[in-house]
């Protein structure tokens, strides 16, 4: 992991209107997380306008903080995980394989996640800023140990050998996300996948273009041509022209492109 520097620091916390916080507690992991998700959104556009997605921890910098945009895993826990071991917390960057619908689970480096160690204990926490819809506080490495948010209830579950199991329940049962380990991985590590992700016709984020942001009453979302919103349980959709869909990139999620959406 890339060490960034004071003003890089400084730049970030701008983006994401945080207050740089005293020491690397873990109040003060929660509220990062929080101010990330409210503010960078989880995005896949550069996949449809034809723009390589670079593993360099320099050029997502940019992109997240300078050209205020979004991105997905590979991309927005890099460089989290990046601010986080420049204000002192301890950085894990780990594989995480995604479970499909079925319940199966995909290969390794389908997603990547933080582990994280604060200054207040010897408490481990999973963080993720770049799993859309997933959970907004870190969550305790504890077997079991069940947390509500927001809509639902999450934990983590330790399975059969070094697995560990991110789960939701939103009122009809535990669903598992993903299946982790602890092993530290290279940002090196995730070339592969990340390769696959924005190129093959059987990755989901080459089929259509898709941004995502919490909000203070829940979420909303650009999903193809559809706008979803959900607003204190509440949830709306209608399609969106063409003409529309740039407008809402700029207005709803603070995205300035440097050409029109959709090309």
Request: hydrophobic share 40%; aromatic share 6%.
């Amino acid at each position: 992991m890339v060490a960034m520097d004071e003003t890089s620091v400084e730049q970030y916390l701008r983006r994401i209107a945080a207050e740089p916080p005293s020491a690397p507690t873990v109040e003060a992991l929660a509220a990062l997380q929080m101010a990330h998700l409210l503010r960078v959104p989880f995005e896949n556009l550069d996949i449809h306008l034809g723009v390589p997605i670079v593993l360099d921890p320099a050029s997502i910098r940019s992109k997240v903080v300078d050209r205020r945009r979004g991105g997905y895993c590979y991309e927005l826990n890099s460089a989290f995980g990046a601010l986080l071991a420049a204000i002192g917390f301890g950085v894990t960057t780990v594989s995480a394989r995604v479970a499909a619908a079925d319940g199966e689970l995909g290969p390794d480096f389908d997603h990547m996640a933080l582990i994280v160690d604060t200054q207040d204990g010897d408490e481990r926490l999973l963080a993720d800023v770049g799993f859309g819809d997933a959970f907004t506080v870190p969550v305790p490495l504890i077997d079991g140990g069940v947390q509500p948010d927001r809509d639902r209830r999450v934990r983590l579950a330790r399975r059969a050998g070094a697995d560990w199991h991110y789960e939701e329940d939103r009122g009809d049962g535990w669903e598992v996300r993903y299946a982790f380990t602890t092993v530290g991985r290279a940002l090196s590590d995730f070339e592969a996948m990340n390769h696959h992700q924005q190129t093959s016709p059987d990755s989901h984020f080459t089929r259509q273009p898709v941004c995502s942001l919490l909000t203070a009453e829940g979420r909303r979302t650009i999903s193809g041509d559809r706008l979803i919103v959900t607003n204190a349980g509440a949830r709306t959709e209608r399609t969106l022209a063409p003409a529309e869909v740039d407008r809402e990139l700029r207005e709803r999620f603070g995205l300035q492109l440097a050409r029109r959406f959709p090309p």
